[in-house]
């Protein structure tokens, strides 16, 4: 059965940082990804990394703030979040299974439970 568990979530204030990480069992997946939603909005894609993390994507909001690596022997990913933002409040969801075409991270369709990130200002 797969499973991802995220986890990291939490409230802070603007300007903090947080990491957020998630936890794949059942198998070793290639892509794999960040994607958030916020209240009353779609769910929007974060970041993405390759198996061998030689290609990464960032979501133009985020590049430069967010780091996506990943730990293969632990299989897992991780979110660094820094200097964050109100607006970068919304539930962060693990995706594993998908793909990097070009400059796109198409989601795949294993998806972890969400994690909460509360930015006040």
């Known amino acids: 059965q797969v499973q991802l568990v995220e986890s990291g979530g939490g409230l802070l204030q603007a300007g903090g940082n947080l990491r957020l990480s998630c936890a794949a069992s059942?198998?070793?997946?290639?892509?794999m990804g960040w994607f958030r939603q916020a209240p009353g909005k779609e769910r929007e894609f974060v970041a993405g990394?390759?198996?061998?993390?030689?290609?990464?994507l960032y979501a133009d909001s985020v590049t430069g703030r967010f780091t996506i690596s990943r730990d293969n022997a632990k299989n897992t990913v991780y979110l660094q979040m820094n200097s964050l933002k109100p607006e970068d409040t919304a539930v962060y969801y693990c995706?594993?299974?998908?793909?990097?075409?070009?400059?796109?991270?198409?989601?795949?369709?294993?998806w972890g439970q969400g994690t909460q990130v509360t930015v006040s200002s």
């Open positions: 995706n594993a299974g998908g793909r990097i075409s070009g400059r796109t991270y198409y989601g795949g369709g294993a």
């Open positions: 059942g198998r070793t997946y290639s892509s």
């Open positions: 990394i390759t198996a061998s993390g030689g290609t990464i």
